[in-house]
Nanobody, 122 residues
Framework: VQLQASGGGLVQAGGLLRLSCAASGGTFSSYSISWFRQAPGKEREFVGTTNRSGRSTYYSSAVKGRFTISRDNAKNTVYLQMNSLKPDDTAVYYC????????????????WGQGTEVTVSS
């Protein structure tokens, strides 16, 4: 499956953005989809994930309560709604897929999108 993330941009602190991850070339509903991010000079970190149906999600403590993941299997798309954004959320955001159950580990995902940049100004 091929993934393409979009929707990044520049936003002020306290604002919101919605990222999209569009998939093609595979059976989308067979994959759990996760979001990761990488800030300049830092390691890639887990943001959140959703299972194949979208009924179950899991988030890092850094974003829980502010970010929401949803998916539309009919549109082969996963969304990351980001509210109450903080300057610390500034990063390149990647979506990633793995077959089967979801995981927070980057090395357990074998399909990655190209990333979309999010900048939160203070």
């Amino acid at each position: 499956v091929q993934l393409q993330a979009s929707g990044g941009g520049l936003v002020q602190a306290g604002g919101l953005l919605r990222l999209s991850c569009a998939a093609s070339g595979g059976t989308f509903s067979s994959y759990s989809i996760s979001w990761f991010r990488q800030a300049p000079g830092k390691e890639r970190e887990f943001v959140g994930t959703t299972n194949r149906s979208g009924r179950s999600t899991y988030y890092s403590s850094a974003v829980k309560g502010r970010f929401t993941i949803s998916r539309d299997n009919a549109k082969n798309t996963v969304y990351l709604q980001m509210n109450s954004l903080k300057p610390d959320d500034t990063a390149v955001y990647y979506c990633a897929a793995r077959p089967g159950d979801y995981s927070a580990r980057a090395d357990e995902h074998n399909h990655w999108g190209q990333g979309t940049e999010v900048t939160v100004s203070s």
